[in-house]
Structures are given as C-alpha cells and as structure tokens.
C-alpha cells in the first residue's frame, strides 16, 4: 500500500466497509448495473433477449468452474477478485429475481412467479471510508510541486495562496464538494490536446427546438400519449442557439447524434409493442448521404461547424456503418416495395395504428415476409437478414445482426450496385460507382462529410461488429479528405480524430487501437463514479491506474463518462444532487478524455420509458432550471473550464502527495501543472 493510502487509513476514524458487489445486466446494444445486497433479492425486469451478466466486486476466496450455465433456481458459483460472466437468454418478459449469497459466494437466478409489487429500485449511497473536514482552513504539502513565492488560486473559493516552506494553507470553498482546485495565478495558456478533452455528446432531437416547421417531416407523427419514441423536433439550428452555452461547460468537442436521413415510419416500441418508435435517435440510417429533414439541412451544419470553431470547438460526427434501419411501412409504401397487404392499411400506410386487441407491432402481420419483393429493398449482396434469398445472420460479432437491424456485409469483396429505391430517394448523393463494394460505399458515405462541411472526427459506432482493416480504410480516407478541405478553405489544425464504442471496453488499450482509433469509450468508469461521488479519494487507486496506462501509451485515449443513451443517467442512479455534483468532480478530473452526456450538468431526469428503459435516458433537454439546477451548473462550469484550462488534468503525469488529512495529488504535462486537494465530507 503507498504510503499516502496508509497514512489516509490511519487519519480516518470510520471503519472500512466493503462495497455491494454489481451485477451488470447487457445486452449487444445496452446495459444497466445494480448492486447486490445480500439481505434482499434484486427484482429486476427482463424482456426477450440474450443477456451477459457480470458480477464484479466479490471478495474473498471463491472461484467459478469455467463454462457454467445458468439453470433457474440454481445456485452459481462466482470469482472473487475478477468478474464472473454469464450467459442468459430470456424467452419470456417478466421479473427476474438476483439473490447473493455472501457466505456461500453464490448467486441464484429466478423467475418471479407473478408480476413484482416490490416498490421502484432505489439505489443505496455506497458506504466507503472518507476523509473527514471540521471546517476552517486546511494546511497541506505540495512536495515540491511548486517553488516557495508561488502564488496559486483556487477555481472554486477564488482564493489565493503563496507556497511558503513547500505548503499552501488554504479555506475550501462550502460548495464544492470538499474540493480544492489550485492553478498558478498567473498561467500560460496551454495548446488543446485530444487526450483531456471534454466531449458534449448531444442527442440533436432532445435538445433544443429552434425550428418548429420541420418536427414532422416525412409524415412522422406525434403519438399524443407520453412521445416514448417519436420525434421531439431537436435540431441542428437548436444546437447552433445553444453554443455559447455548451462552451461555457468548458467543452472541446461536441459530438452529435447521427442526422443523417432516418427511416420515415416507425416500428413496434418495447417488447409489448406499447408505443410507435421512430428513429429520433439517428442509428436507424434510411440514406447516408443526405441530413434528416428534422434535424435540418446542408446550411445548419455549415453554419454549426463555423460557429463551433470559432469558439474553439470540434465537431464530431456520428458513424453508423454496420447496419441501415428497419423496413418501416412508410418507407417500404414511398419505395414501393411490394411485400405489405395494402387492403389491411390506410390510404397512407405511415397514419396505420392498432386497433383493439393489437399493439404497435401489429402491423407486421400484414407484411409478408417471404415474398420475393424483398429482393428490391437493400438486397442480397448488401445486408444480412432474416428474409427471403438473402444471406442468413450468423453468431459471430462480424455476422450477427444487432437488435434485428440489416446487418451490412463490409468484409464482401463482391462488387454491387445500390438498391433503385435509394438512387431515385430525393435530394441523395449516391450514385452508381465502378466496382465498388459495400464497403466501397459506405467509407465513401461516410467520409463525404468530412470533405464537404470540414468534420474534425468521428465517434465510431459498433465498432466490433465491423472488420478492422474497414476502420483504417475509414480513417485514412476522412484523414485526406480533411486535408483538402482545410486547404480549400485554407485552414490547418489536428488530425482527424477518431473515437470508437466497444461495446464493454475497459479504460486500457487494446487491439482495437490499431484499426484506427485514436480513443475508445471506457465503459467502466460509470459503475466507479458511484464510490467516487460517495468518497472523493475512492478515486486514487483509478486515477494512478488510468494516468500510467495512458503514459504507457502514447497517441492512445480513453473517454470516460457518468451517463450515456445506452446504460444509465447517474442521475437516475441515486436522484441526489450532491451526488450528481460530487460525481461530475470524480469524472472531469479523471485523467483520459471525458464525455458529457446532454443534461448531466443540470441532473436531467430520466424521462417515461414504457417497458423499454433505455428511452428514459433520452428524455429532452431541461432549460427552466431550479435554484438547485443553477447551483450544479455552476458547479460544472467552473469545473469544466478548469480541466479546459488545463490538458495536464487528462493527460499529464499523476503524482499522488502524501497527507495526513487530505487527499492531494498533481497533474504534469510540460510546463502545464495543477494540483487538487479533496479535504473530505
């Protein structure tokens, strides 16, 4: 144990107490984590599906034979010390019930016999060993950090400090969580750097309405219950309004949600079929070339990205390459495919709803599935799917098709030709190309916004399910195409970036780095924000982990968040506003890259979600704040600008500094340093 962890143990007067061990529950495209109390069985719902579950956090001595299947009622045997990995598929939706047995170290998985009355899950504070603050000012030992006449501020209190004999006696700020943040009063400004950046990730259609004439286009419709999955009118003139705004969160880099042309229609909502869904989302992609009338036009995006550089700030788009969206009735009736029983639908067939006795999936019984029709949708040399003369979907991460999507056959070398539909889909840009594949195409797609609108990177979706040596073509071709645009508009700036989701990747590089990807997400640091915001200094461990990993890799980025579109919002999580803000404090001071989820800076409620959950974390942008919204926002953005200040926080060197009655360490990168004091509770 080093020794600022020993001397921490012993200053503390608490007892240490282990935390719950997590089960996460995944599926290929989402996942949620809960902690195991071995006092009451977690009751959780559970539609048809295949499931990985992974229980992490058991300590002891226990290991689990390898290749065990979970039989219902059954205990299973866990690992202690590493996680233990399930597979689990689901046949029938209902409640499913997690018992752990902290003697036995053992879990048993069961169906509930009847539909749970247990009352909605509320998440307890994890229990930790903290450092305690009587009040006053606090005394601590920089360890040379900076020489004696220093003068230092603090971000939070304003206060300023003169190193004197090696120290800086300081008063914290009351609402900052137990946080010091010092920086020289006199600082150099420091070149951005992609390895500390604060990524916005905006979902376009849940932010902001700037444009209201364009919130249905193509048809689309409002389902005048609780809009679960409609379109809510977010658009790029919506994130164009609210610029000033996300850089006073100290962003770098705003990554957008996919806008490209969406599917027109909607399919079945949840596994009941309880609400229409449409593809507000963008990762149910109609054409790849042309924006989604709702979201706006070629001029929005222009505009967007100058205004965005002119404050400083990248633009990343959304890359989806390994699957298009479903066949929706709007599209298949404005494509003429022929494969739906027109007698069983309205005049137009995007108006059909369920009538008495059926759901919003209904509508598939009037669509045949085996008709030869199907050869004039994508067709057989372009996607994976379950129809007729088309290539079956196999098992494999290249092969299957996630959530049922069209899976695109990019490792084929077979030359194809784009589906007629497409060619004739008004306004497109794809066109007929001489032996081109469908990686061909889609790298093409894809890498045409670059070269016309000036796209700094792109966030990567799926990137497992699609073969490397089509990520590096990716790259190297959006890399040249930025380089033209610059020099037509005669710009410079970084590489092009490229930012990938692994589904499940760690904080550590992997293979994946080199097909590519200058960053991965870290799927990780979630479920240790829960500690972090508990306990500042449960971080240590992490951050001397993460700050190494990333000395050890040169070029090689992490991106850590608190909540995404396809896990959880922390604030869902415990609903607590000082623990929202305590857990931005652990995230925007982690070393690697960071994402911002819209609305984690004002603790954005999860919305209604019918039985589909995931649909809550994309609730809309909240912009009437509370005094207490106020309170964190302000927070973020002194935080946010901070770390903005400063690239030393993502990718310096980590210094731990021993005292007795604090948690301190530095960040070093170059002639760049902070150091950050967490005095406790």
């Known amino acids: 144990m080093k020794l600022t962890r ?53 300590e002891g001595k226990c290991s689990a034979p390898s290749g065990q299947k979970v039989k219902f009622s059954k205990p299973l045997s866990l690992n202690c010390g590493s996680p233990t990995e399930l597979s689990v598929k689901i046949r029938f939706t209902g409640d499913y019930s997690f018992a752990y047995n902290e003697q036995d170290q053992t879990i048993t998985f069961k169906r509930q016999p009847k539909k749970s009355t247990n009352k909605p899950f509320k998440r307890p504070i994890p229990t930790v060993q903290c450092e305690t603050h009587q009040g006053g000012p606090v005394t601590v030992n920089l360890h040379g950090q900076f020489p004696d006449g220093t003068e230092l501020i603090d971000a939070f209190s304003k206060q300023t400090a003169i190193v004197t004999n090696g120290e800086v006696t300081i008063q914290p700020a009351t609402n900052s969580g137990g946080l010091v943040l010092l920086e020289p009063l006199k600082s150099t400004p420091q070149p ?263 796209i700094d990177g792109f966030r990567v979706d799926t990137v497992k399910h699609v073969e490397g040596e089509v990520w590096q073509r990716l790259k190297q071709q959006a890399s040249e195409n930025l380089d033209k645009w610059r020099q037509k508009n005669d710009q410079n700036g970084l590489p092009f970036w490229m930012m990938g989701e692994v589904w499940g990747h760690s904080a550590y590089r992997s293979r994946y780095a080199d097909d590519g990807f200058d960053a991965l997400i870290n799927f990780d640091m979630q479920k240790k924000l829960d500690k972090g915001a508990a306990c500042f200094s449960q971080m240590a461990d992490t951050y001397q982990s993460y700050a190494d990993s990333i000395q050890e890799s040169p070029g090689y980025t992490p991106v850590s968040y608190m909540s995404s579109h396809d896990t959880e919002l922390f604030f869902g999580r415990f609903n607590s506003m000082e623990m929202q803000r305590n857990a931005a404090n652990a995230l925007l001071l982690s070393p690697g890259a960071i994402q911002v989820y819209y609305g984690d800076e004002i603790a954005r409620n999860v919305g209604p979600y019918a039985d589909d959950f995931h649909q809550g974390t994309r609730s809309d942008m909240l912009w009437q704040l509370d005094d207490e919204r106020k309170a964190l926002l302000n927070h973020w953005q002194t935080l946010g600008q901070f770390r903005q200040r400063h690239p030393a926080i993502g990718a310096g060197i980590h210094t731990e500094l021993a005292n007795t009655q604090a948690y301190v360490f530095s960040r070093t990168l170059n002639d760049d340093k902070v150091v950050v004091i967490y005095v406790g509770k």
């Open 6 to 58: 020993l001397l921490l143990a012993m200053a503390c007067a608490s007892t240490a107490v282990h935390a719950a061990p997590n089960l996460t529950i995944s599926t290929t495209t989402n996942s949620r984590d809960f902690p195991l109390d071995p006092n009451q069985p977690l009751v959780v719902t559970l539609t048809k599906d295949q499931y990985t579950l992974s229980i992490s956090g058991v």
């Open 192 to 454: 951005f750097s992609y390895q500390s950046a604060n990524i916005y990730f905006v979902m376009v259609d849940r932010f902001h309405n700037a444009d209201k004439t364009n919130d249905q286009s193509y048809g689309r419709k409002k389902d005048g219950k609780e809009e679960i999955g409609t379109f809510h009118g977010g658009d790029l003139k919506g994130v164009i309004e609210k610029l000033d705004y996300i850089q006073s969160l100290g962003t770098d880099v705003i990554w957008l949600s996919p806008i490209v042309e969406q599917v027109h229609g909607f399919v079945g909502g949840g596994d009941s079929g309880s609400f229409p869904f449409y593809a507000y989302h963008g990762y149910w992609t109609r054409d790849f070339t042309k924006i989604d009338q709702n979201f706006g036009n070629d001029e929005d995006l222009k505009t967007l990205v100058t205004e965005a550089h002119k404050r400083g700030i990248k633009v990343l788009l959304d890359a989806v390459i390994n699957h298009s969206g479903y066949a929706t009735l709007a599209d298949l009736q404005f494509d003429s495919i022929d494969v739906v029983d027109s007698q069983a639908m309205p005049k137009k067939w995007a108006d059909w709803t369920p009538k008495a006795g059926q759901n919003w999936h209904s509508y598939n019984d009037a669509i045949n599935y085996q008709s030869t029709q199907w050869a004039h949708w994508w067709g057989p040399d372009w996607v994976r799917a379950g129809l007729p003369n088309y290539p079956k979907p196999g098992s494999s991460d290249i092969t299957m098709t996630l959530a049922g999507l069209p899976d695109f056959q990019t490792e084929s070398n077979q030359t194809v030709t784009p589906p007629k539909w497409l060619l004739n889909n008004p306004g497109t840009r794809v066109t007929i190309k001489e032996d081109y594949t469908v990686a061909d195409y889609l790298i093409e797609w894809q890498t045409g916004w670059v070269k016309r609108f000036g």
